[in-house]
């Protein structure tokens, strides 16, 4: 962990067992504008940890720590030592996110003042935040999940100028085993928080998002490719055996249709597929086509036209795995 983070991470935990007492003075209700009716504050963002991604309720799990600083002239004292003061007793930027869906404060509201009036404030927000992805590449998807909040104007019309902090990081230490989060980046540009407002001054976190795709390839798609081919079992199978190749048929179909019910629950009603979908739908149709080609040669048989049914088995061996072939790189690879 890098010396900024641990930096902090020590204030953090200094916050939470300061023991210094809250000065006494007058409550400050209006913003420390500069000459140009600027109030300039700084944003620093540190992703903890990530508990969890979840597709259906389009939300993330998080452990985010942020940090303002701004300067204050008023707070200015001749102590030596910064000051611990309660926010509702100083003037303060009112932050908060746009995408919080539960996610509880977990250190007091307290800003450390020092002796120039340099004012920082750290919060940590852990648990859900609201996270839309656009999952047409599902399970190969990758996304750019953002962490927004904005300045809010109940305190009146303030002016802000925001700036990146000198802390923008992600934690090495991160939970989740099926995704790989890096990067991080902060956008300082104003936030549309109405379409019948104009934007407001806010800060955007945001960090990079890979799916591990192992998982899916293991148990979700190795798998239905083993069952595509169990149907072609019926082209080597005598034409005669009707009902064994039905058989086959049916179990395969009917397997696919289970896939596509045990998935359902993974991803959220899209009104598009995605790539997972495009090679379930393809597997579908395979082993359909599959019984297509056992009640073709079942004619046959019927008709006493045995070599001709042969003739489909063998034409058919060869035509099914290129289009299976076909079907997966269609799905996953265009």
């Keep these: 962990m890098t010396?900024?983070?641990?930096?902090?991470?020590?204030?953090?935990?200094?916050?939470?067992?300061?023991?210094?007492?809250v000065a006494a003075q007058e409550v400050l209700t209006s913003a420390p504008a500069d000459e140009a009716g600027l109030v300039k504050v700084d944003v620093s963002f540190l992703l903890v940890d990530v508990m969890g991604v979840y597709d259906a309720e389009q939300e993330i799990s998080a452990d985010l720590f942020y940090r303002l600083n701004w300067s204050d002239p008023r707070l200015a004292s001749e102590e030596p030592e910064s000051r611990f003061l309660k926010m509702d007793s100083i003037w303060a930027p009112n932050f908060q996110s746009t995408s919080d869906r539960g996610a509880d404060e977990m250190l007091p509201r307290v800003v450390i003042v020092d002796r120039d009036g340099?004012?920082?404030?750290?919060?940590?927000?852990?648990?859900?935040?609201?996270?839309?992805?656009?999952?047409?590449?599902?399970?190969?998807?990758?996304?750019?999940?953002?962490?927004?909040?904005f300045f809010a104007t109940s305190q009146g019309v303030i002016e802000y100028e925001v700036?990146?902090?000198?802390?923008?990081?992600?934690?090495?230490?991160?939970?989740?085993p099926d995704w790989k989060?890096?990067?991080?980046?902060?956008?300082?540009?104003?936030?549309?928080?109405?379409?019948?407002?104009?934007?407001?001054?806010?800060?955007?976190?945001?960090?990079?998002?890979?799916?591990?795709?192992?998982?899916?390839?293991?148990?979700t798609i190795l798998p239905l490719i083993v069952i595509v081919m169990m149907s072609w079992t019926v082209f080597?199978?005598?034409?005669a055996q009707i009902a064994v190749q039905f058989g086959f048929s049916a179990t395969s179909i009917l397997t696919v249709i289970a896939y596509r019910f045990?998935?359902?629950?993974?991803?959220?009603?899209?009104?598009?597929?995605?790539?997972?979908?495009?090679?379930?739908?393809?597997?579908f149709i395979l082993s359909f086509f599959a019984?297509?080609?056992v009640i073709i040669t079942a004619r046959l048989i019927y008709r006493?036209?045995?070599?001709?049914?042969?003739?489909?088995?063998?034409?058919?061996?060869?035509?099914?795995?290129?289009l299976l072939a076909a079907v997966a790189g269609r799905a996953f690879f265009f």
């Design 291 to 293: 019984l297509v080609e």
């Design 163 to 176: 700036n990146a902090g000198p802390i923008v990081e992600i934690s090495t230490l991160l939970a989740t």
């Design 262 to 283: 045990a998935l359902a629950n993974q991803v959220p009603p899209l009104a598009y597929s995605t790539r997972l979908d495009a090679f379930l739908n393809g597997a």
């Design 304 to 322: 006493e036209r045995v070599d001709a049914a042969e003739r489909v088995d063998l034409h058919a061996r060869w035509v099914f795995p290129l």
């Design 236 to 239: 080597w199978a005598p034409p």
């Design 3 to 21: 010396r900024t983070v641990k930096t902090l991470l020590a204030i953090c935990c200094l916050g939470l067992g300061a023991t210094t007492p």
């Design 118 to 149: 340099n004012a920082t404030y750290t919060q940590r927000l852990t648990g859900r935040f609201g996270a839309p992805t656009y999952l047409a590449d599902f399970p190969f998807d990758r996304h750019e999940i953002s962490f927004p909040f």
């Design 181 to 219: 989060i890096e990067g991080g980046t902060i956008s300082t540009e104003p936030l549309p928080i109405s379409a019948a407002l104009p934007p407001v001054p806010g800060a955007t976190f945001t960090v990079e998002a890979t799916r591990i795709t192992s998982h899916y390839i293991w148990n």
